[in-house]
Structure formats: structure tokens, C-alpha cells
Nanobody, 124 residues
Framework: QVQLVESGGGLVQAGGSLRLSCAAS????????MAWFRQAPGKEREFVVA????????DYTDSVKGRFTIYRDNAKNTVYLHMNTLKPEDTAVYYC?????????????????WGQGTQVTVSS
């Protein structure tokens, strides 16, 4: 099973940018659908976006459209989430996840592996 480690979170002012990385172990990274979720305090884990093994991208959740970009580098076993124009409401723990299937990609239950999460805090 693939193991995932996120990095790149931190404290940033509103309007700033961050790039999250998710490094995967194992030789089968390129076969997985990869996704980013986030979870704010007191809220359920929320789907942000997913990317297929060939680079196809699902729809972004509405609140991040036009500001966040997902991409992957299969040679580096890494998926990224570039976040621009950050808002205080983007504050959350961000998780990457891996799935062997391409159905119900917005559901947490679809994913076989999760990282430990990285905290993103956006100050106003």
C-alpha cells in the first residue's frame, strides 16, 4: 500500500500563496488517483480536487475554483496543490489521499491511503 507524507503547510496572510506537496512511497504511485481534502475545526473532511493517473482533473470544490491548482509528477511520486489568493476560510488541515478506483472521488470512503495532514492557517 502506498504511504503518503504531506508538507508545505504554514501560516500565511490573506492573499498569499502556498504550495503543498504530497510525497508517496512505492513504485505504483502512477497508478493511483490522488486527491486533496481539507478539514477545518469542527467540520467534516471536505473534498478539494482529484487528479487521475494520466493527469485528468476533477472539478474543484466551488470555494477554491480559480485559486487552487493540482498537478502531479509521476517521476517524483509527488502530487502538489498550489494555492493562491488564500482566504481565512481556507484555514484547515490539508490531507492527500490515494485511490485505486475512479468512482465517487469526492467521497472519503473511496480512498485507500491518507497522509497525516499539514496545517494551513490563513490570517486576516
Amino acid at each position: 500500500q502506498v504511504q503518503l507524507v504531506e508538507s508545505g503547510g504554514g501560516l500565511v496572510q490573506a492573499g498569499g500563496s502556498l504550495r503543498l506537496s504530497c510525497a508517496a512511497s512505492g513504485r505504483t504511485f502512477s497508478s493511483y488517483v490522488m486527491a486533496w481534502f481539507r478539514q477545518a475545526p469542527g467540520k467534516e473532511r471536505e473534498f478539494v480536487v482529484a487528479i487521475t493517473r494520466n493527469g485528468g482533473i476533477t472539478d474543484y470544490t466551488d470555494s477554491v475554483k480559480g485559486r487552487f491548482t493540482i498537478y502531479r509528477d509521476n517521476a517524483k511520486n509527488t502530487v502538489y496543490l498550489h494555492m493562491n489568493t488564500l482566504k481565512p476560510e481556507d484555514t484547515a488541515v490539508y490531507y492527500c489521499a490515494a485511490s485505486n478506483t475512479r468512482v465517487r472521488l469526492t467521497s472519503t470512503q473511496t480512498y485507500d491511503a491518507w497522509g497525516q495532514g499539514t496545517q494551513v492557517t490563513v490570517s486576516s
